[in-house]
Structures are given as C-alpha cells and as structure tokens.
C-alpha cells in the first residue's frame, strides 16, 4: 500500500511539472545556450552581464535564482499567460527577499528580435526577452513546449542547476513564485 502511495505522489508530482526526469540534461543545455548582449545598460546591469557586445551564456548570469520563460509570440497560451508573467516579474522585484535576489528572463522560440519587440510592446513585457529565430535554444530542449518555465539555482561551479521545468503557465504570481522559492532552497 506504501509502495502505491508513493508512486502516486511521485506521479502527480511529476505531471505536475514538479519533478523533472531530465534535470541534469536541461541543467547542462541551458549552460550552452547563447543569446546576445542586450545593447541597453539597464537590461546588462539586471542581468549583471558586463560584456557591451557579443553574446553571453545563461551562467555568465550571477543571481541566485533564475527563471527562464520558453515562449513564442504566435503561442495563445503564452499570449493568454504574459499578463501573469508580468505580475511575477512585479511581485519578484517588490519583495525585499527577492529583489535582486530572483531575476526573470524570457526566450522567443522561432520569434526574430523583431518579433519578441512586438511581443514585449503589445504585452508591456519590463523583463529582458530574447530571440531564438535560429530554434538554437528550443533544439537543446528536446520536449519543451511554450509556455515553459524552468527555475535554476547557481550550483556553486560556475553554473546553474535546473530544480523546477514545467510545461504550461500559471494562475496565481504569488503561489508560483513562493513554490519555486521553496523548491529552490530544498534543492541545494
């Protein structure tokens, strides 16, 4: 009976988005994933990237939780959700136990920086976005679908660990983010 309950949980955990099978997978492809340098100071300082120009990888991003939206523009149910990401990013930056201490960031599956411009504005998105015309990111994340969120902690050797990956949004900012600050501390 023990054995049924606990596969049960783990079953509803991990179709929760709540476990990740490939978490040492993602943990390593986000680490090779290249975006290029904003151009504005502001977004370089957020994201305390120090290079002006070129591209930089996801761990050369020194906070100690980051969270990674997978969208694309054309998706409804990332459209349906930016609402909501917004209201994460507001409640992240007036907390004083996460302000500067949790930092989000978006990525364009598909999308040119033309098209995440469109995203951004239409949806009055104040976190940095990215582009991903060249599916160079989405072709690392085998299995990701948009809206994909992943929560990473720095793992203490120069990059992150990957501790929270689900499919899908959210409904409620608050909730979302207090679970990822609770699985992030749980999983050091």
């Known amino acids: 009976m023990k054995k049924v309950l606990l596969l049960t949980a783990f079953l ?96 364009g599956v598909g999308n040119s920086p033309f098209e995440v411009n469109i995203f951004r504005k239409k949806y009055n998105i104040a976190f940095p976005m990215f582009d991903d015309k060249a599916y160079s990111v989405a072709s690392k994340l085998e299995g990701v679908l948009t809206p994909h969120f992943f929560g990473m902690n720095l793992d203490g050797k120069g990059g992150y660990k990957v501790f929270y990956s689900q499919n899908g949004g959210f409904e409620n900012a608050d909730e979302f983010l207090n679970n990822l600050l609770k699985l992030s501390s749980a999983i050091k």
Not at 46 to 59: D, R, S
């Open 12 to 107: 509803l955990l991990a179709s929760a988005g709540l476990l990740c099978a490939d978490e040492l997978k993602y943990s390593k492809e986000i680490g090779t994933i290249k975006l290029n340098v904003p151009e504005d100071q502001t977004i370089r300082n957020y994201l305390g990237i120090k290079q002006k120009e070129g591209q930089f990888t996801i761990p050369q991003i020194r906070q100690g939780i980051l969270i990674v939206e997978i969208f694309n523009m054309y998706c409804p149910h990332c459209q349906h959700y930016a609402p909501k990401v917004n209201e994460l990013y507001t409640r992240i930056n007036t907390r004083p136990d996460t302000k500067g201490r949790v930092i989000i960031l978006g990525i």
